[in-house]
């Protein structure tokens, strides 16, 4: 009778889960878009508490500790804003106006190896796979740019409605940090007594997981955006700023994040010569190295208890259904589930 009531707990915990999923996949736009205020409040709410409690030890009241976090974080921005964005605004706007330059230049390349298969004395078989190939990855570059394209339009054109947002999550992270113990307690009042102190275990393996995610990856994009800037400045590589920037952010992603921020460095410093190519890609393999052996492993390998193959399978699933968002979320989402998952088995043996 147990084993039949454990087959009936998976089933219906296993249907629960993907109906989620596929719920999520179909209406993700919409979810995203009402939710958007409320997790941009909680990564605000996860970056600023530690500072709000440290202030909070010294006998600051918590509402005046985010208030002056605030305070501080927009007169940071604003400076940033002021000495160090017009640096990343003028490599954006000057790559902007050369890209049309740039995709010229790329397309007399091509063309130009094209015509030497075409003459070449290559077996029609192979020719006629190698162009096979080239068509479909010339139709995929051609989706990803106009979908970019469209998406990067969207943000300019929505810009007042982000601004609002960000605005709104500030207001909520302000409540949310304010009153958390407040709002913990009420939740926990929802579900049954039996439950709760394995909740209370469960919430905070999740919190744990959200904490190691959000500040390690931070600091650790920063860093190495950082790192990559310098690098592309000291060896000449044009637009070192704003790919400095992108290779930060991209590092964001496991695996694959450091070979997406490489190849448009790669790309545009092979346009200078193939020994600027050489150097650029040189800058991001020395900095990986430094990533892999002294950063991350100080700030977040490890601490979201996966394995390396689960890893990946997360980051491929999260991209194949959810795009760039997926690739990002996908790993500290399946740690979570796998946190749920264990304590509902725990629960139920």
Same mark, same amino acid.
């Given at each position: 009778?147990?084993?039949?009531?454990?087959a009936?707990?998976?089933?219906?915990?296993?249907?629960?889960?993907?109906?989620?999923i596929?719920?999520?996949?179909?209406?993700?736009?919409?979810?995203?878009?009402?939710?958007?205020?409320?997790?941009?409040?909680?990564?605000i709410?996860?970056?600023?508490?530690?500072?709000?409690?440290?202030?909070?030890r010294?006998?600051?009241?918590?509402?005046?500790?985010?208030?002056?976090?605030?305070?501080?974080?927009?007169?940071t921005?604003?400076?940033?804003?002021?000495y160090?964005?017009?640096?990343?605004?003028?490599?954006?706007?000057?790559?902007f106006?050369?890209?049309?330059?740039?995709?010229?230049?790329?397309?007399?390349?091509?063309?130009?190896?094209?015509?030497?298969?075409?003459?070449?004395?290559?077996?029609?078989?192979?020719?006629?796979?190698?162009?096979?190939?080239?068509?479909?990855?010339?139709?995929?570059?051609?989706?990803?740019?106009t979908?970019?394209?469209?998406?990067?339009?969207?943000?300019?054109?929505?810009?007042?409605?982000?601004f609002?947002?960000?605005?709104?999550?500030?207001?909520?992270?302000?409540?949310?940090?304010?009153?958390?113990?407040?709002?913990?307690?009420?939740t926990?009042?929802?579900?049954?007594?039996?439950?709760?102190?394995?909740?209370?275990n469960?919430?905070?393996?999740?919190?744990?997981?959200?904490?190691?995610?959000?500040? !390690?990856?931070?600091? $650790? #994009?920063? %860093?190495?955006?950082? /790192?990559?800037?310098?690098?592309?400045? @000291? =060896?000449?590589?044009?637009?070192?700023?704003?790919?400095g920037?992108?290779?930060?952010?991209?590092?964001?992603?496991?695996?694959?994040?450091?070979?997406?921020?490489?190849?448009?460095?790669?790309?545009?410093?092979?346009?200078?010569?193939?020994?600027?190519?050489?150097?650029a890609?040189?800058?991001?393999?020395?900095?990986?190295?430094?990533?892999?052996?002294?950063?991350s492993?100080?700030?977040?390998?490890?601490?979201l208890?996966?394995?390396?193959?689960?890893?990946?399978?997360?980051?491929?699933v999260?991209?194949?259904?959810?795009?760039?968002?997926?690739?990002?979320? !996908?790993?500290?989402? $399946? #740690?979570? %589930?796998?946190?749920? /998952?264990?304590?509902?088995?725990?629960? @139920? =043996?």
């Amino acid at each position: 009778m147990r084993n039949v009531k454990k087959a009936v707990f998976y089933i219906i915990l296993s249907l629960i889960i993907i109906s989620f999923i596929f719920f999520i996949y179909y209406y993700n736009d919409k979810i995203l878009k009402i939710l958007s205020p409320l997790l941009i409040a909680v990564f605000i709410a996860y970056v600023i508490y530690p500072l709000v409690i440290r202030f909070e030890r010294n006998g600051i009241k918590r509402s005046i500790s985010i208030i002056t976090i605030y305070i501080f974080a927009i007169l940071t921005i604003t400076i940033f804003l002021v000495y160090i964005m017009p640096h990343v605004a003028s490599n954006a706007k000057e790559l902007f106006y050369t890209l049309p330059d740039i995709a010229e230049r790329y397309r007399e390349l091509f063309n130009f190896y094209v015509s030497k298969i075409k003459t070449s004395k290559w077996p029609d078989e192979v020719k006629n796979v190698i162009f096979g190939e080239i068509n479909t990855g010339t139709g995929l570059v051609q989706s990803y740019a106009t979908r970019a394209m469209k998406k990067s339009l969207a943000i300019l054109t929505s810009s007042i409605g982000i601004f609002f947002n960000f605005v709104l999550s500030m207001i909520i992270a302000y409540y949310l940090i304010k009153d958390i113990e407040n709002i913990k307690r009420s939740t926990l009042m929802l579900a049954p007594k039996k439950w709760r102190n394995d909740l209370i275990n469960v919430g905070r393996e999740i919190n744990s997981i959200i904490t190691n995610f959000i500040r !390690g990856q931070l600091t $650790t #994009a920063f %860093i190495v955006g950082l /790192l990559e800037t310098i690098g592309l400045y @000291i =060896v000449k590589v044009k637009y070192p700023f704003i790919l400095g920037v992108m290779g930060g952010i991209a590092n964001i992603i496991p695996y694959f994040g450091p070979v997406l921020g490489a190849i448009p460095a790669v790309a545009l410093a092979l346009l200078q010569s193939p020994t600027k190519a050489l150097l650029a890609a040189l800058v991001f393999i020395v900095v990986q190295q430094i990533d892999n052996a002294f950063i991350s492993p100080k700030i977040i390998e490890g601490k979201l208890g996966l394995h390396p193959i689960t890893t990946i399978i997360a980051v491929l699933v999260g991209g194949e259904f959810f795009g760039i968002w997926g690739m990002l979320f !996908g790993v500290p989402v $399946t #740690a979570m %589930i796998k946190v749920i /998952l264990k304590r509902a088995v725990d629960i @139920i =043996v």
